[in-house]
């Protein structure tokens, strides 16, 4: 994992970000003067994990803290510090990107297996980039098959394959398809 002092992104490889040089204070979460440690924390997955599911997001900032689960009110209070960004909404959420949103990107394998995210985690832009970097894979006689082995997707359950089967259509075309 990465701590707070680094500053790795490296396209190749996505890696959860680390709070370890952050002082986090489960006490003081809701308190107007610990705004600018949820921001830091906030500015760190951004910068490091993006683009990343606004409900992962959440969920990392609140386990920090060790809270038990997401409700309204430790949503709404991150959300409300998080900074101006470019949002995409898909199906499986919104995708918070820390510049403009693209139409393909290169596939950010995990680092560790700590690092494995699942399917809906990934944003559909990342997933074209697999895609269009594996196209050998398309002729292979179950391309989805093959993909989720590049995800380590180890159970391919029809909602799984059905999000695979999507980015292939978006991802398979060549140029003169559109």
Same mark, same amino acid.
């Given at each position: ?69 997401? *409700? &309204?009110?430790? /949503?709404?209070? @991150? ?8 949002? %995409? !909404?898909?199906? =499986? ?30 944003? *559909? &832009?990342?997933? /074209?980039?697999? @895609? ?8 292979? %006689? !179950?391309?989805? =098959? ?33």
């Amino acid at each position: 994992m990465l701590d707070a002092s680094e500053s790795v992104n490296s396209p190749q490889y996505y890696q959860r970000v680390s709070f370890d040089g952050i002082t986090i204070e489960p006490e003081c979460f809701y308190d107007a003067e610990y705004s600018p440690v949820l921001r830091q924390m906030i500015d760190l997955m951004l910068s490091t994990e993006a683009p990343l599911l606004e409900d992962s997001l959440i969920k990392q900032i609140a386990n920090a803290h060790n809270f038990g689960r997401v *409700g &309204a009110r430790i /949503k709404e209070r @991150i959300l409300k510090l998080l900074p101006e960004v470019t949002v %995409s !909404d898909e199906a =499986q959420g919104r995708f918070l990107w820390k510049d403009s949103v693209k139409d393909s990107i290169p596939y950010r394998s995990h680092y560790s297996d700590e690092d494995q995210r699942s399917l809906d985690e990934i944003c *559909g &832009a990342e997933l /074209k980039g697999l @895609i269009e970097s594996n196209r050998l894979l398309l002729d292979e %006689s !179950d391309p989805c =098959q093959e993909f989720a082995k590049l995800l380590r997707i180890n159970r391919l359950t029809a909602n799984l394959r059905t999000r695979i089967e999507e980015a292939i259509v978006v991802g398979g075309q060549t140029e003169g398809d559109s």
